[in-house]
């Protein structure tokens, strides 16, 4: 359980770092870790080089506003939940990363780096989903933002270049007449989620105009599904469109039975949400 | 065949308020550095991939895995691990001092990283209810399974802080 050998850099800018990852092969880069070092030691990661970007000034901001919340590349989980700004804009943010791992793995982990892990059986991919968020992400040619609908292309596996870092996501703001709600279904509370479900709810007076659900570790990449036309059986909708699979945590008819009772019960929560913000 | 020697790294760890200067290989976990290079063998590895929580230690005063952190990652940190708890003349602290009186370890080998998140715990909820505790402590395996009296011993421990508060009150009337 001891990592390969890596060699090590701790650049102090960003540019260092862009440069060191676009003149070296096969490196990585090490933000919390939470992720990466147990990969590492498990030896299904072998990196020939860690870029740890823990060094790296002013990237650890939260900023809310009316649009959405910014969150930086080392902004870790803990800090981001204990944000009153960011769950005022979008509460989805919080009430997601109360379920994400345990309050210890929350000190240390990234935000950011947990969405570019792309893990569909982690809570943040699937909520920059649902919510149609973006990543900011740089290297040497320059930045780009990839929008969330762009950025998993499966199990573990983002869109992201060898050498572009995610410097910064983007969570829009829930909308005025919008509702969200989360729930999950674990062994234990901050263990992975054997199915979790978000809704993000639009509403005119009081009535849903549109509703779409993310699902957690029912597919292998964070998956969204638009109930706006079933709202009388949105988990059957859901279904329709999810391939639940099996693994050694639960069966796929396990997983189905899930997504029927939390699909319902999750989008009711997202309506009641709404109304009770707009009062409808 | 001819392997190259593993490039080493000087890394300062500030420990328990001493500085260790260590030469590791990047891959060094923090908890092996702890063990191995400091010397200080009080934190436990268990699962080695961030798991069972024996290895927790405070990073700048909040709990972490050392078996998930690089030593090379650790330079700008303070660390305090189970050594630290102890007051300069011995005495245990309360979340100690709670766990010796209401049985809160058994084999031992789970306890540093219980103590380390307890004590961060009650800094940040210093009146847990039976139920906060419970959350508190959820994210560290006890392989013998003790954990009614781990409930006890934080509540207990808020009890001895809550004591400590009041006498120093007392003494300052």
Redesign the interface.
């Known amino acids: 359980m001891k990592p390969a050998p890596f060699a090590y850099l701790r650049p102090s800018t960003l540019e260092e770092a862009l440069a060191a990852l676009a003149d070296t092969q096969g490196a990585k880069v090490l933000a919390g870790g939470q992720s990466l070092v147990p990969l590492l030691s498990m030896r299904l990661a072998a990196p020939s080089t860690l870029v740890d970007i823990n060094g790296l000034p002013d990237l650890d901001g939260i900023a809310a506003d009316a649009a959405g919340v910014r969150i930086g590349a080392l902004a870790r989980h803990a800090d981001v939940l204990a944000s009153a700004e960011a769950s005022a804009s979008q509460p989805l943010i919080g009430m997601a990363l109360s379920h994400v791992a345990h309050p210890t793995i929350r000190n240390r982990g990234t935000t950011v780096g947990s969405i570019v892990h792309a893990d569909a059986a982690a809570e943040m991919p699937m909520v920059l989903r649902l919510l149609d968020g973006t990543v900011d992400v740089a290297s040497v040619r320059g930045r780009r933002t990839v929008p969330a609908a762009d950025l998993f292309a499966g199990p573990l596996e983002s869109t992201l270049a060898h050498d572009e870092v995610a410097v910064e996501a983007f969570f829009p703001a829930l909308a005025p007449g919008g509702g969200v709600a989360f729930s999950e279904v674990a062994r234990r509370h901050g263990d992975y989620a054997l199915v979790g479900v978000a809704a993000l709810v639009d509403t005119e007076g009081g009535e849903v105009t549109r509703a779409r659900i993310g699902f957690v570790s029912v597919s292998d990449v964070p998956t969204v599904v638009d109930v706006s036309d079933a709202l009388d059986d949105p988990a059957g909708a859901a279904l329709a469109e999810l391939e639940p699979a099996d693994d050694i945590h639960a069966t796929a008819a396990y997983r189905a039975h899930l997504v029927k009772v939390l699909t319902p019960r999750v989008l009711a929560d997202a309506i009641h949400h709404a109304r009770e913000r707009t009062g409808a | 065949m001819i392997t190259q020697p593993?490039?080493l790294?000087d890394v300062r760890l500030q420990v328990n308020g001493s500085v260790h200067e260590v030469r590791v290989?990047?891959?060094r976990?923090l908890s092996?550095a702890l063990r191995h290079d400091c010397g200080l063998t009080g934190t436990h590895v268990g699962?080695?991939?961030?798991v069972c929580?024996a290895c927790?230690v405070l990073?700048d005063g909040?709990?972490?895995?050392s078996?998930?952190?690089?030593a090379?990652?650790a330079?700008?940190s303070e660390i305090t691990t189970v050594e630290g708890l102890t007051e300069d003349d011995g005495t245990l602290s309360p979340v100690q001092q709670a766990f010796s009186d209401c049985h809160g370890l058994q084999c031992g080998f789970c306890t540093p990283g219980f103590l380390t998140?307890i004590t961060a715990?009650l800094r940040e909820n210093p009146e847990p209810s039976e139920d906060e505790a419970r959350?508190m402590i959820?994210?560290n395996l006890c392989r013998c399974t003790g954990y009614q009296n781990i409930v006890k011993s934080v509540l207990r421990a808020a009890e001895i802080e809550r004591e400590i508060e009041r006498e120093s009150g007392e003494q300052v009337q």
Not at chain 2, 47 to 50: K, N, S, T, V
Not at chain 2, 62 to 65: N, Y
């Open positions: 593993e490039e790294h290989p990047a891959r976990l092996d699962c080695e991939h961030g929580g927790t990073v909040r709990p972490v895995r078996c998930l952190m690089f090379v990652s330079v700008e998140t715990g959350e959820a994210g």
